[in-house]
């Protein structure tokens, strides 16, 4: 998870109100880690997108916080518009990806 230190930052840096759309990508723990990111903040949970490609732990995520899940198939093409989120975090993703370089950067 994310360090106090750190969350606070990312808090402090962003203007995150209730209408702010954020999508939580690699959905660590079901979401637990963008809720304690998020924590203090007036955002609406609905708001919250957390993709992944395990549909448990999207589910469980949104069983547990109220934000709206999002099931990533392996081609990790997301169902939104270019610029439909405020804000996009990423924490701990990269070092799952198993593709070869040359499909990754070819997407």
Known sequence: M???KRASIFRDKF???KNTRI??????GGG??????????S????NVYIADIDRIL????????GFT???VDESGRLPFDDGFFDIVYCSSVIEHVTAPKNIIWSI
């Open 2 to 4: 994310l360090g106090g």
């Open 15 to 17: 203007h995150i109100d």
């Open 23 to 28: 999508l939580g990508l690699g959905s660590e």
């Open 32 to 41: 637990s880690n963008i809720n304690f990111v998020l924590k203090g903040k």
């Open 43 to 46: 955002i609406s949970p609905g």
């Open 58 to 65: 999207v589910n469980k995520g949104a069983l547990r916080y």
């Open 69 to 71: 899940p999002v099931v």
